[in-house]
């Protein structure tokens, strides 16, 4: 019997996307704004293009609240601090320039300014009672997709792992996504951030499909697999298969590197927006620990992760794999889904090596005899564990773990 597909997306209603095109910026903001908040990091407030897009601004009549003090892992007491100083300023818009970390303290901002309280009043699905003051996003770094994405992610001093804030009103309004901005990202930071795009494109388009109810998209932000969201997961794939190594080795031909750059640009876009509604699997609900306990990057983590994980959900999702082979443009067209979907994964953890990432959990730096506490910390992160294509529990977690801190792929037999 015909099972019904769902499609679903969430974005914002306009995404600009080329090079030079941060400099529409001001022609962008939401009708009537006089006042604007913007979010950013100690190092892009020094860089030429925010000034000239502060300039842009205000010549544009526009009055600006900068706020450039974002830190790395996004602390929550750092917003509320922020939102505090502010008093009762009107702001009319807030943009958020700079990496995910950057894009979601605005987001948070942009609540808390509308709604009151604070980030700890959010966490979790549709706690957020309406719209926020609309924001701006202006990713710098091609990976997280947060300006596209329905969620934010913060610290908590009072909780091991970092937590999530989603619902569909903290999707930015516009997205600005000018690779120029991108360009002088270094070769560690790319590969990171790429391995991130690349992980919500594979996670995404291999996460559970859930019976297409008429009431599915009103009660999970993030549904799991849909035919909209889809589409830009493979696009994203097609994408980082071309490009993510040129743009973390750098070429001497100066317009492929271009090029490569712009790609990345695009599949960040395109994995958040496959993300946004997708969501990710286990992959992401392994790294929250793996982070916490290596401070190593977002990205960085899941990659190290993202081929034991996709070994793990290879048997229940046999054509996704093979059509991502073929969006990798591996396996000469020829070769079943079965053996697509083995090659897929080898291709994968290949890029990944040659980009730099650490293949096993060890070589990441994670301490020894973990993997039970990383097993029962993964499971905390629900939304995410719902959404694997295979039903994770925490002595199946565990052997992943396993096998990913050792680099012993056949223990994934025995999770099968
Ligand atoms: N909201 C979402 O949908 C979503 C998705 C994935 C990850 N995240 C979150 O995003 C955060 C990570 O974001 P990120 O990976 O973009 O890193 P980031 O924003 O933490 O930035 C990392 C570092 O790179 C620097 N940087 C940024 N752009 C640069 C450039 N063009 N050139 C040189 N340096 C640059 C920053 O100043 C910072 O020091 C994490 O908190 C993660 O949890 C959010």
């Known amino acids: ?92 818009v807030v943009i958020g320039i700079g990496g995910g970390t950057c894009m979601d303290f605005a987001k948070v901002i942009a609540i808390l300014l509308a709604h009151g309280g604070k980030p700890q009043d959010y966490y979790g699905e549709f706690a957020v009672p309406g719209p926020t003051v609309p924001v701006i996003a202006v990713p710098t770094t091609a990976g997280t997709g947060s300006e596209a994405t329905p969620v934010a992610v913060v610290s908590d001093p009072d909780r091991e792992m970092k937590i999530g804030i989603s619902s569909p009103y903290i999707v930015p309004v516009t997205a600005v996504c000018d690779p120029e901005l991108t360009d002088g990202a270094p070769p560690g930071l790319t590969a990171a951030v790429g391995t991130d795009a690349l992980s919500h494109a594979i996670e995404s388009f291999t996460a559970i499909q859930r019976p297409a109810t008429p009431g599915l998209a009103a009660e999970r932000v993030f549904v799991g697999k849909s035919l909209l969201s889809d589409q830009y997961a493979l696009a994203a794939a097609a994408a980082i298969g071309r490009s993510l190594k040129t743009a973390v080795k750098g070429h001497a031909d100066a317009e492929l ?43 960085v983590g899941v990659g190290v992760l993202l081929p034991y994980v996709m070994e793990f959900n290879r048997p229940a999702r046999v054509p996704e794999f093979a059509a991502l082979a073929r969006a990798f443009d591996i396996g000469d067209g020829h070769g079943d889904d079965e053996s697509l979907s083995h090659l897929v994964i080898a291709h994968v953890a290949a890029l990944l090596t040659d980009i730099g990432i650490p293949p096993t ?41 396993a096998a990913a801190y050792r680099g012993e792929h056949s223990l994934l037999e025995s999770a099968a």
Not at 278 to 286: D, E, K, Q, R, V
């Open 1 to 92: 019997m015909h099972q019904p597909t769902l499609g679903l997306l969430r974005q914002p209603a306009t995404i600009l996307m080329g090079r030079g095109q941060r400099h529409a910026l001001a022609r962008h903001l939401p009708a009537g704004a006089r006042r604007a908040l913007v979010i950013t990091d100690a190092r892009m407030a020094k860089e030429p293009a925010f000034t000239a897009m502060m300039q842009q601004l205000q010549d544009a009549g526009i009055a600006l609240t900068i706020v450039a003090d974002v830190r790395p892992e996004l602390p929550v007491a750092d917003i509320l601090n922020a939102r505090e100083k502010l008093a009762d300023e009107r702001v009319d």
């Open 257 to 299: 590197l271009t090029s490569a750059r712009d790609d990345m640009v695009f599949a960040a876009t395109a994995g958040g927006l496959a993300l946004g509604t997708g969501g990710t699997a286990a992959a992401h609900a392994l790294q929250y620990p793996v982070g916490a306990a290596t401070h190593t990057p977002h990205g």
């Open 361 to 401: 959990l060890a070589a990441l730096g994670m301490p020894s005899g973990k993997e039970r506490w990383l097993a029962a910390q993964a499971m905390k992160a629900t939304r995410l564990i719902e959404n694997n294509p295979r039903p994770l529990d925490v002595e199946t977690l565990e052997i992943i773990a």
